[in-house]
């Protein structure tokens, strides 16, 4: 007889809510193996949970990387707006520093996304979900 299986989703609660460096979706498959489901449930179920951890991280963190775009496009044209007058070196190079802050920000978010995205396709590709 076989040993009943731990719920998917304590499972797959339990794995989102430990840090990661970086989400892996083959991890949580092996996690779901090791607990009994046979891998191509396992490879579903890991697949389905990641998708939708990413619509809810790309609600959340997309708004983020929109405001940080949004403000650097802002601070870039206060930059072009105060460029043109002499003396305001220490405000141009303040929101020179803003820009670029915001700047790196947004697309830090962004690659961040894209990192999850890309991972969550090319294991549907390798395991031909």
Known sequence: MEAPKEDIVTIVKGYFEERHKIWRVGDLEQRLIAKGYQPQEASRHAFMAFENFFKAKKRKDGVRVLVYLGL??????????????????????????????????????????????????????????
């Open 72 to 129: 650097a496009a802002v601070f870039l044209i206060r930059i072009l707006v105060m460029s043109n007058k002499i003396g305001n070196i220490a405000a141009v190079s303040g929101f020179l520093a803003l820009t670029a802050f915001a700047l790196v920000m947004g697309l830090i978010g962004l690659l961040k996304l894209f990192q999850l995205r890309e991972e969550i396709v090319s294991f549907r590709d390798l395991r031909k979900l």
